[in-house]
Each structure stands twice: as C-alpha cells, then as structure tokens.
C-alpha cells in the first residue's frame, strides 16, 4: 500500500520538498553536534534537559490522545469515529518516532541508548519509558496498517487486530504516565515533585491530541477531499474542551499549593514563570500568553455557537496547541530547573544546533505521517 504515497500533485510533491530540506539542515546540524558534543547546544550543568526533551515531553501526549479516538469507536461503539480513528492512530506512530528521535537528539551520543537496553533496570524509569514507548508504537503501526489492508481488500480486519488494540488503550495511558513519573521521580525539582503531574500530563495531552487531530481533519478536507464528518470533529471539540478544562484547574492547584503553603521552594520555579524571580524573567511574557490563549481558546470550543462554526473550531484547537505546547514544551521543562539546587537562576536560550535539529526530527515526524495519511486517504477513494 505504501506506493500510494508516490504519487501526488504539485503541492504534495512541495511540501515533501520542504520536508525533506529541513531533514537534511536537522541531519547537518546533528552531525555538528556528535562531532563537537552537546557544548553546541545551550544546555549545562545547571539546566541538563533543554528543548529537545521538551519537545519529548509535549509529543508523548499526541501520542497518547490517540486513545480518545480508539476507546470510544472500539469500546463504545460510536461510529462517528469510524473514518478518524485510523488517522488518531498514524499520528500516534508518527509522534511516538518523534519521542525517540528527540530521546537520541538529547543523549549526545546515540549508541548510549544501547545502555538502557543491555543492563535494563526496573528501578530506572528511562529504561520503562523507552520500552512503553516502543511498543505502543509498534502496537498502533501494527493494527491500524492491519486494519487498513483489510479495508482496502474489502474483509473484515484479522481477530488478532482486536486484542492488539484493546492493549493500546492501556498502554496510551501507561506511556504519559512513566513520562511523568521520569520527572516526578526527582526530589530537587520542586516544580515537578507533586502527585498530580501524571493526571495534568494526561489531561494536557489529551487537550492537545484532540485539538491536533481537528486540524488535520480540516487539512485532509482542503487538500484531499477527506472529511471524516462534522460529527466526529464536534464530539472531539468537547472532549478537547472538558481535557483542557481538567488541565487549567491541575494548573490553579498547583498555584494553590504552592502559594498558600509558603513554602519557597515550592513558589519559586512558577514565580520564575509567570513574575520574574531575582529579575530573571525571560519566560514570562510566553506563559501569560499560553494561559490567556489556552484560557481563550476552552471558552470557545465550550461554547456551542462558536464551537459549530469550523473558522471558530480551527482557530481555538490552533490557540489550544499552542498554550499547551508552550506550557509543557517550554515552561515545565525549562522551569523545572529553576532555581538551582544552590538556589541560583540559570537562564537556558537554545542554541542554532538545537533548533535545526528540532526542526529535522519535526519533519521526519511530518514526513512518516504524511505518507501514513497518503495511503490512507488512497485507500479510502478505492472503496
């Protein structure tokens, strides 16, 4: 089925292009980097995890909405799923790769990963974050290309398939839930020690996957002729709207918690945040703009009379992207570091190297779920 994806018109051919051309700057800017080590990049002593574990963090919640899509149509039956649930799939695969390339981006030298593989620890919650991630990606590239080829031959999809995908939807949770663990596990990040960053993880990621993949039905219905329907995109706009309502309100106890307890340690890492701490505030301006957009854009997809409009829809599931991109792709990361152990405020700005990598493994992502949706857009004008 893969063929499919050779062929296109001018635009698909353009923007493989474009794709392709920031492969290859992410590729040179790599390089660069296993030649010279990670001192090309702008992280340290004091802030060791940078935009590529934050980029990490952010995409292992796409991965996981997925579950929106596949838990109702599997489990509940609701066949307004029925022609997006393989599309929440490929965008699992395709963040999921995107997960483990940043991993590998952050490690400096890739054959380190070769560690966690050949002296496994189950103490170690790298070692379950790299298993949990590969296999869900295995498990949702395995059935959703099952499901499609039996489509496309006109059979029902094989009885294995089945329990392959009732696993996924454990397993969705389960991948988020070791991420947060990853952070959660470490005692002198106060920003992070809290019990309820699994549950903000997952409500944020399944804010965000739901908002993404609304954008991409929109896209498939401009440039392909695919619609899934306006049914599926208005369940999943409620959905988005109720996750990103649960995620402001984890957001507000960490507030609560924080400033009504007094305790310093606990305030400092998100006055840094949204006030500036010891007149460092380069993040600032960024959170106040991810909560009043994020804030904005829940309001909206809340409201019926707007949420039915589709410029309305697209514009708050864009605005929704982007505050959860920026709280959990930049601020939770960055801030987590702040301050120092010896409580001393330590600045992180990427470097070139690091965004031009960035940029690649974005587009090796783009590039794997362009394909994905090719032959699966095929597929479906055959039948």
Not at 262 to 279: D, E, I, R, T
Not at 370 to 376: A, C, E, G, Q, S
């Amino acid at each position: 089925m893969i063929e499919k994806a050779l062929k296109g018109g001018r635009g698909y051919w353009a923007w493989i292009a474009l794709l392709l051309i920031l492969i290859g700057l992410g590729v040179s800017a790599y390089a660069r980097q296993m030649s010279l080590g990670l001192g090309v990049t702008g992280m340290g002593r004091d802030i060791s995890w940078g935009v590529y574990i934050a980029q990490f963090t952010f995409l292992v919640g796409v991965a996981a909405s997925a579950v929106m899509v596949v838990l109702p149509y599997y489990l509940h039956n609701q066949k307004a799923f029925s022609k997006i649930v393989i599309v929440g799939e490929f965008l699992a695969v395709s963040a999921a790769l995107m997960c483990m390339l940043f991993i590998l981006a952050d490690m400096g030298k890739p054959q380190r990963v070769l560690n966690v593989l050949l002296y496994p620890s189950p103490h170690s919650m790298v070692f379950w974050d790299v298993m949990v991630l590969n296999g869900y990606l295995l498990i949702n590239l395995v059935s959703a290309w099952a499901v499609l080829g039996a489509e496309r031959r006109g059979v029902p999809a094989a009885a294995w398939t089945r329990p392959l995908i009732y696993l996924s939807i454990p397993w969705a949770f389960s991948i988020h839930t070791v991420t947060a663990f990853l952070f959660a596990g470490l005692p002198a990040r106060h920003l992070w020690l809290t019990a309820v960053l699994a549950p903000r993880f997952l409500a944020s990621a399944f804010a965000a996957g739901t908002a993404i993949l609304i954008l991409i039905t929109f896209i498939l219905k401009k440039t392909a002729a695919f619609d899934v329907g306006q049914d599926a995109r208005q369940k999943l706009a409620v959905l988005g709207a109720y996750a990103g309502t649960a995620n402001f309100f984890f957001l507000g106890t960490e507030f609560f918690t924080a400033f009504y307890s007094n305790v310093p340690a606990h305030k400092q890492s998100l006055q840094y945040l949204y006030f500036g701490l010891q007149g460092h505030a380069p993040l600032v301006p960024w959170m106040w703009l991810s909560l009043i957009v994020g804030l904005i854009s829940v309001g909206m997809l809340m409201t019926p009379s707007l949420r039915h409009q589709n410029g309305w829809l697209a514009s708050a599931c864009a605005g929704l992207v982007l505050s959860i991109w920026i709280d959990k792709g930049v601020g939770l990361v960055i801030g987590g570091f702040v301050p120092t152990p010896l409580e001393a405020v330590v600045d992180y700005v990427p470097t070139a190297t690091e965004l031009s990598v960035t940029l690649g493994i974005w587009a090796i992502g783009l590039l794997v779920l362009t394909v994905l949706l090719k032959t699966l857009v095929s597929v479906r004008a055959q039948q």
